[in-house]
């Protein structure tokens, strides 16, 4: 069993606006899917975009919106948002505090 | 794409003191892994069990710990739990208000 803080986990910045942290991967020995947690900052999204895999995304923090094709959905903490394999998604954060939420993803070969 | 709050699922009572949400299962499309969150009572726990899957746990509100055969580990909101396959475990809340957390299990044949 590992046991952590999600802060100590080394934060990832991969554009302006959107810190991510992989708390649990395969470096723990996961051996099907990675949860990580991420920060948006006020005014900020994480990329529209679409792959082969799903999304499954618990929000802890703040206000936002999830947008696919079908428009913008809000979020707030307690939301779930499930997103299929192949369906473009977003999130924004809309509110004026950090937005943060977890996205548990599959290892894909 | 699915937005939920995971108030609006139904909650599963398998043990006293112990509720289980499955905020995203495979009723959902959810093709790998279910989205669970747990509500364990002040001095109520999960049953210590092993099972040849893991769990991937994020701790959202009070205080607890995470046993295994080491011994207990306190946990906390933003606590993070990787528990591998096979590895005897439960989640006691020790502390006085309600202990809650994401755990994220994989489909099994």
Known sequence: MKVSKYLDTKPIQEMPGVVKREVINADDGAPNYCMRVFEVDPGSSTPYHTHAWEHEVFVLDGRGVAVSEQGETSIARDSV???PPDEP??????????????????FVD
């Open 81 to 83: 948002v499930f997103v």
């Open 89 to 106: 998604h977003c999130f924004k954060n809309n509110g004026e505090e950090i937005l943060r939420f977890i996205c548990v993803i599959p």
